[in-house]
Nanobody
Framework: QVQLVESGGGLVQPGGSLRLSCAVS???????????MAWYRQAPGQQRELVAA???????NYTDSVKGRFSISRDNDKNTVNLEMNSLKPEDTAVYYC??????????????WGQGTQVTVSS
């Protein structure tokens, strides 16, 4: 049983900032290691796209449209991943989804998704 819960979405004016957080809750006897964590987003009528990803070791990757504006980070002790969003633009408006890739000690790999949190950038 694995759950991902996002928080921090909301309405912000262009140029503003928001901080998204995602908490991963694991309630199984299996020992899971959280590998890559990521944030995706999906705007109305659009495909879901990768926004940012971060390896377990902390190496980040960003889609070109958010480079220099967004920052992804993680806390492996708390099983959380965050997305600091600055200089927000209307085109950033979307539902943002947290994603986590988990690996068990036996090598089983599972991808889990959060329920999503709405980010609206509008004046």
């Amino acid at each position: 049983q694995v759950q991902l819960v996002e928080s921090g979405g909301g309405l912000v004016q262009p140029g503003g900032s928001l901080r998204l957080s995602c908490a991963v809750s694991i309630s199984t006897f299996t020992i899971w290691r959280i590998d890559t964590m990521a944030w995706y987003r999906q705007a109305p009528g659009q495909q879901r796209e990768l926004v940012a990803a971060i390896s377990r070791g902390g190496t980040p990757n960003y889609t070109d449209s958010v480079k220099g504006r967004f920052s992804i980070s993680r806390d492996n002790d708390k099983n959380t991943v965050n997305l600091e969003m600055n200089s927000l633009k209307p085109e950033d408006t979307a539902v943002y989804y947290c994603n986590a890739d988990l690996r068990s000690s036996r090598g089983v790999q599972v991808r889990h998704w959060g329920q999503g949190t709405q980010v609206t950038v509008s004046s």
